[in-house]
């Protein structure tokens, strides 16, 4: 068979197991082989009868000596085989629930062998069986007992159990041709690596756990060695093949800006200036990442890496998620501009179709010299005349893809900075972002107090409620957050709507509220953000569209109903909407209780307040897969590696990959080999 045929040519996949195939992501061949094992049994040492204890698993070997078979339950319908087998060492009793077929199979004198759960045998004064066999094999006698290796384990499926799996992957590895290589022969032999063929076939059929942490790692290192090659490649390209904007060193301009802002950097944010001053003085252009958590200062780097464009004579974006924050943005630059004769506009979905065009056509005529907006500012109609930094603030959706998309908008390829609060984990960065290069803004600037953080379940909400009350009537503003809450499982959880009914109407009585979430019009939802922001509003209930980069100082209360429906990276955010002022913050996380995981993330909560902390905390409870979907950045799923464990072989991947860009030859194959087989992902560009 070849690779890519599809999976009902082999025996026993008729068009409803396919389907089933399908479901799971399996429909080729080389789908197939690729469908790990979730687990193995390890039946590479069986154990002797005298040595098995109660309440373990354990792979053993014996003669059966004798078979009994019992009914029992309503009329008998239950039946009850259990063989009792003989090693040598000692007696073992196997039972079997409703396998009354297999009776004829257990002779006395054949052989078992069989790898389950040994516990003491019901009514069998001390005596040990083995009940729930996850594998076992009769055999004839005489036989020599099988060399065990390891049984994989499949996440099966409704109609697919695991001796299909194992049957199927039999045949298919029996039909197989040989996988083709993608590792250059030089790395493999620098880092050890066994070849792709064996490397996959040991994944299923492993001989021994040595065998199995092989190919393993072998297949670990070559999904991240392929992404991290991938990512320097576009890095190389950017660098090599484009002409970049030279900045000059910082002049008056600038430091007119810098002096008059309303405080000093920080050290973290004033090294990821110098860091980010240095690369725009480059002539190759600029792919900065700047980390920093919520409430770190980020907008002040890119101001003045903004204004540092504009003194070079060339003008600036900013790109903001959302339309909000975007004139959040615009608000701010035009406040701290205000001393300089710098233009600013906000290109905002919220113009007429006349505004829009005027917009437009001053953006081209460079009457304009730091532009803000959304995703629109790198769209077809907008032209500038000379563009040379574009700064995009919680980036998650712009990829690779839009990266690649700014060559296209001029002569020189722009800078680009990178803003984001999504506080990831060291070792992702490398393999999220491996082809930018990374500041980090670690401290908050001083006279922060650090926001208490309580879980409270649902008995409190009314002593909670009064005490947001009381903070009001103290002057301050509060957020109420409820989860958003899909069409299809209304429950018994309250919407927003009613939540926001019910405290109006209630112990807020009298308080001016306001209600945002994701249904409103575009102009409905700001015109209550910007009541919020102004202070005419005090309290806010909302589903998560506050989640990111709002800044209301003033705002000292979140409370979050029904914490536990909410991912920490969401919680932690969340939680950056406060503690933006002098005022001492309070977050509130309603929920908790009974279920394990999310429990552990709300205390996880109260215990930090470090946005690294606990992404690392959040890495390890979701595990990397969910971890990387939540970002949308496309980096496609790993099947084998994990980030989190595997922290050592992407660090030797990395490591390989940046020698592979040196060797003429390496990098011809691998660049090949990406093209191949991660089109989707990197071709474009590479291709470009
Ligand atoms: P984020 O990194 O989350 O985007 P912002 O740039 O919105 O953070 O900054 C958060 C708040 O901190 C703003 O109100 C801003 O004016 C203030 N701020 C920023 N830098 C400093 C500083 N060095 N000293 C004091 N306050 C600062
Ligand atoms: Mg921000």
Redesign the pocket.
Known sequence: MELLDGVGKLSGVGPKRAETLSRLGIVTLFDLLTYYPRAYIDQTTATPFSKLSAGTEATVWGVVVSVQERRSGRGGKLSILTAYLSDGTGYLAMTWFNQPFLKKKLDEGRRIFATGRVDYAYGGHGGLAMTQMSAFEILEENVDAPRGGMLPVYAAKANLNQNFFRKLMTEAFAKKPELPEVIPESVRNRYSLIGRDRAVTAMHFPKSPEELSAARTRLAFEELYLIQCGLLLLKKKTREKEQGVRHLMSGALVKKVESSLP????KG?EKAWREIAADMEKPTPMRRLVQ?D???????VALLALVKTVENGYQGALMAPTEILARQHFETFSRLLKASEVRIGLLSGKLTAKQHKEMIASIAAHEIDIVVGTHALIQDDVRYDELGLVVTDEQHRFGIAQRAELKKRGAKTPDVLVMT?TPIPRTMTLTVYGDLDVSRIEEL??GRRPVRTFVRTEERRGLIYAFVRKEIEAGRQAYVVCPLIEESEEMELPSAEAIYQELSGGVFRGIRCGLVHGKLKPKEKDEVMRSFYEGETKLLVATTVIEV?V?V?NATVIVVEHAERFGLAQLHQLR?RIG?GRFQSYCILIGGGKEGAANERLRAMERTASGFDLAEEDLRLRGPGQFFGSMQHGLGDLKVANVLRDTDILLRARRAAMETMEETRDMRYVLDVLRLNYSDRFGKILDA
């Open positions: 405080f000093r950097l920080t944010q920093g919520v409430g770190s200062g980020k907008t002040a609060a600037p001083p980069g800044d100082p950056g933006r």
